[in-house]
């Protein structure tokens, strides 16, 4: 079976704020930070088992109030 998208070469994942689609490019590397286009959420991409996820990134310089 062929995939009609396949040739689009996105990674589809889902924003962990808004639960939006967020597309990641093929070519992304660890540790690139993605933003959704929704929320403005920003998020770190973590290589995993099943492709890349995402995890909040850390924004630095702010709410470091604990
Ligand atoms: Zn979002």
Redesign the pocket.
Known sequence: MINREGNQRKIMSK?Q??D?DMSIPQDAVEGEIVT?P??G?SFELSKGTNGFQLKPAQTVGEDWGQ
């Open positions: 924003c704020e808004c939006a959704c929704e929320c959420s």
